[in-house]
Structure formats: structure tokens, C-alpha cells
């Protein structure tokens, strides 16, 4: 495994018929139909690999049930392990959709609404879907060959593929779904083409087909050729093979926070000068930057250096050397407090330096915590993903469908900008609204793995309702007010 530790994320995604509706698994009855117009939690599959036949795959429901067929090609979704009428295999076509075939039987799955069946000979369009992946779109970027992670090469204008761990905003990237295919969208809002230069529009070569291979990704691009790292930074371009190898396999990895904090002296935490954190830097770089991995169990959280060291706790201070989880922290206002696992709150002292040696939170114990891996944010509730309503400034909050927003940090709060330069506020009956002329102050809240809570000016959080609206009136961060980010 690399030395991000990371695990690979789950490959969670929809399947689209050949009428361009969505394989759904109804709650009641164990059933299976394709009926849906758009992905919602009922549409999402996950792949499981058989652990003995990697060709052979399960196809598990938002239920945790499994899709099966019988000998008869009556297909139901109401087993609950790995059994043989379970499994199936993927027959990858030429244009990236998939014919799922009865391991077992030897039959083709598909049809269209309330009639499927897995009772096919043959392939025909019927018996195509297409994939639609349904993770988070922002990602890190894993070549299983080269264990190294892709960024952004501002200086080459490329991606390279050769970062130990993926660090700052340059490691980010957005699969963006267009038409059955996808883009790999950098940072600063470009598109990688097959060639391995960086456009600012997407079109035809930079459109890449998801092809699927023993639980990694490979990227295939209009010319039937993948993906893969080339020459010494692993610049990533199409390379001659139509069969992808190991080398043309990617893994996407969870992209956690990462942060700067600036302390009540007004400087920024640094490992700067060796393995003692303190307050004593005027600008930001790699070592005032910290990886911030939320336990998801706990929801305790630890700080991870550019060089892949954590903060621990030791007799004189807070160094940046082994692991050290701090106690669930304390967000207040647009600051934040961390409590170390002694009980004790962390205080900035004159000269700097970081001791957890509080009982309480005074003007010395606050920090203001920056997000800086996040320019654009794409944000998923449990409904769906937030995108700006068709006929009016408001947003929806139960799309299959995102908006790319802007997250501008200003004074320790955020601003939230679409793509208009139009910013987020809210209204007097507590809606949120995407058409305001000046900034509003937003607050976020990093609170579990993966997930954020905004806080509005008010003091309420902005959550779905359940018509799908996003309003901000929230009295706390429950799970209708909580982000995938």
C-alpha cells in the first residue's frame, strides 16, 4: 500500500439500459426493474470480486442484497450472500457498456422496465448498460503500477504521476460524467486530452470510457488506446496498448482535508523548523499544511505533515512524529479548539509553541482551521448532490447531477460562488439562493470522515428538506445537514 494508506474507494455506480433508465432494486419485495430517469440511492450497485474467480462478480444493492438469476432467467435481488445464481461476469464492449452474463447459466441479463430477465443467447442493445459512477466525483488518483499518485504540473502543464503522498490542491481531481463518458478534470478547471496536454474545453479527446479489471479503473480513450504514466514524472497520456495491463490501472482514493491553521498570534502552525510544531510562519507552504483523517468511528481526528508524520503528544509540547488522535473538536463560531487525548485543550504560547495544557477555551486556545484542498466544491447530502434549481436562484439538494461551485476562504468563514460569480445567501423564509450580488459568510465544520456541516451566519445549518430544497435553517448537524465534500 502506498504511504497515504488510503484504501481503495468502494466502486459504487448506477447501470443504464439501452431506453437510458436506471437499474433499480425496490425496497419492497426484493425487485428489480429499470425505471429510474436518474441515480438516486435506489439505483446504486457495488461490484464485489469473487475472492477465488476474479473474473466472476456480485452486484450487491443499496439493501445489501445480491442480484441473481435462476435457470429460468427470473431475475430477483433477495439473497443475502455469495451464492451461484449470483454470479455473473462482465462482458465489456467496445463502446464501455457492459452485457452481464449468468455465470451459471450462460444467459445475458437485461430487458427494459418492469420486464428484465436473464434469459439472452446473445447480445443485443437490450442487453447493454452502460456505467455511471456513484462516488464522490472529486478524487486522488493511484497508478497501481507506479504506486504514485497524479497531480497537476503547473510547470510542464500536465499531469504527472509522481507524488509519495497527494498532496495540496494539485492532487485533486474531478471525474466528470458527460454522455456515458468521463472527463479528468485538474484544479485550476482543465481537461486532460489523449495526448497529455491540458484543455480548456472538454470534447471528443478528452472523453475516456470506465473499463473495470480485477477492482481497478482503466481510462479508454476515443482511439480505443488507455491511460497510463509515460517517461520519468509519469505524464499521463494515452500510451499504444488496446489491452489495458497493469500499467494502465488506476486505483481512486478518498481526498481528505487538508489545512493550515493560524493561531491567536496570527501565525501559522509550521513544522518548518524540524519536528516541534509551532506558530512562528507568515506564509503558507507544505510544512504549514496538515492532512486532517477523521476516524470514522470515533470521529476523533489526527494531523498528518507533507512528509507523512502525525502530531503526538510528548512531555515538553506537540510534535509532528507519530500518531495522536485528538478528542472530537471544538468548532465555535469560525474558530476552532482541539482537545488532545491528555483531556487538555491546545494553547498557543509567546513564543509559539503548542502545549496541551488548557482546561477551558480562552483567546489562546483558538485556532482558525483553513481548508485548502477544496477550490471547487461539489457537495452530495443523502439525497443527492446540490445543483442550482432549472427556474429559479434556488438549489435542489437531491440531484444525480452536480454544480461545480467556488469556495472562497475570507477571514476565517467561506464563500460559496457558482459558476456565474453569483454568491450563496440566505433569504428571509431561510431558503439558500445562488443569485447574490456580495459575499455571505458561511462557516464549515469538518465533523466526520468525508463529511462536512455548513453553518450559516444565523447559526442554523444549511440541510436538504424533504422536498429536496436546500434551506438554512437546520438546528444542528444531522444526517439531512451533513456533506460529502
Known amino acids: 500500500m502506498p504511504s497515504n494508506g488510503n484504501r481503495p474507494l468502494k466502486l459504487q455506480f448506477g447501470l443504464i439500459n439501452h431506453e437510458g433508465r436506471y437499474l433499480t432494486a425496490e425496497t419492497f419485495g426484493f425487485k ?27 452486484l450487491r444493492s443499496h439493501l445489501g442484497r445480491y442480484l441473481a438469476s435462476d435457470k429460468d432467467g427470473i431475475v430477483s435481488c433477495e439473497a443475502d450472500g455469495h451464492n451461484s445464481d449470483c454470479r455473473f461476469l462482465i462482458v465489456a464492449q467496445s463502446d464501455g457498456r457492459w452485457a452481464l452474463q449468468s455465470e451459471q447459466y450462460l444467459r445475458f441479463f437485461g430487458g427494459s422496465r418492469d420486464y428484465l430477465s436473464c434469459f439472452a443467447q446473445a447480445v443485443t442493445d437490450a442487453e447493454l448498460w452502460a456505467v455511471h459512477l456513484a462516488l464522490h466525483p472529486q478524487a486522488n488518483l493511484l497508478s497501481v503500477a507506479r504506486k504514485r499518485y497524479a497531480h497537476l504540473s503547473m510547470e510542464d ?26 472527463c479528468l478534470k485538474t484544479c485550476d478547471g482543465r481537461f486532460l486530452g489523449n495526448d497529455g496536454k491540458l484543455l480548456t474545453q472538454s470534447g471528443r479527446v478528452t ?30 497520456r494515452s500510451g499504444r496498448c488496446s489491452k489495458p495491463g497493469k500499467d494502465e490501472l488506476f486505483d481512486l482514493e478518498e481526498s481528505h482535508p487538508q489545512v493550515v491553521l493560524i493561531a491567536a498570534n496570527g501565525r501559522y502552525v509550521s513544522i518548518r ?33 507533507s512528509q507523512g508524520n502525525y502530531w503526538a503528544l510528548v512531555a515538553h509540547g ?11 473538536t471544538s468548532w465555535l463560531g469560525h474558530k476552532v479548539a482541539l482537545k488532545a487525548n491528555n483531556g487538555k485543550y491546545i494553547c498557543t504560547k509567546k513564543n509559539g509553541q503548542l502545549l496541551a ?10 485556532l482558525t482551521l483553513k481548508l485548502i484542498n477544496r477550490p471547487m466544491l ?24 452536480y454544480d461545480i461551485f467556488s469556495l ?12 456565474d460569480g453569483r454568491f450563496w445567501y440566505v433569504n428571509g423564509a431561510g431558503l439558500v439562493c445562488s443569485d447574490g450580488e456580495a459575499p455571505e459568510a458561511f462557516s464549515l465544520e469538518l465533523l466526520e470522515r468525508g463529511r462536512l456541516a455548513i453553518r450559516a451566519k444565523s447559526g442554523k445549518y444549511l440541510r436538504g428538506d424533504q422536498g429536496g430544497t436546500l434551506k438554512g435553517d437546520g438546528p444542528g448537524p444531522s444526517s439531512s445537514a451533513l456533506w460529502e465534500y
Request: charged share 25%.
Open 32 to 58: 428489480v426493474n429499470a425505471s429510474a430517469p436518474s441515480l438516486k440511492k435506489k439505483q446504486m450497485w457495488t461490484l464485489e470480486q469473487d475472492s477465488q474467480d476474479a473474473q466472476v462478480v456480485y
Open 157 to 182: 502543464g500536465e499531469i504527472a504521476v509522481d507524488l509519495n503522498i497527494p498532496w495540496g490542491v494539485a492532487a485533486l481531481l474531478t471525474l466528470v460524467y458527460l454522455d456515458g463518458k468521463y
Open 207 to 236: 472523453a475516456y470510457t470506465l473499463e473495470f479489471k480485477c477492482g481497478k479503473l482503466a481510462f479508454k480513450d476515443c482511439e480505443g488506446k488507455y491511460l497510463s504514466p509515460m517517461g520519468p514524472t509519469g505524464t499521463l
Open 273 to 305: 523548523q524540524g519536528v516541534s510544531l509551532a506558530a512562528n510562519q507568515e506564509d503558507e507552504t507544505d510544512t504549514e499544511t496538515f492532512q486532517m483523517e477523521i476516524d470514522r468511528d470515533t470521529k476523533k481526528s489526527t494531523f498528518r505533515s
Open 318 to 328: 506537540v510534535h509532528g512524529v507519530t500518531l495522536f488522535f485528538s478528542s472530537p
Open 357 to 366: 495544557v488548557s482546561d477551558s477555551i480562552g483567546e489562546d486556545e483558538l
Open 378 to 401: 461539489i457537495l452530495r447530502g443523502e439525497n443527492g448532490f446540490i445543483c442550482r434549481h432549472r427556474n429559479s436562484s434556488t438549489l435542489d439538494a437531491s440531484r444525480s447531477v
Open 408 to 419: 472562497e476562504f475570507s477571514g476565517g468563514a467561506y464563500h460559496i460562488k457558482g459558476a
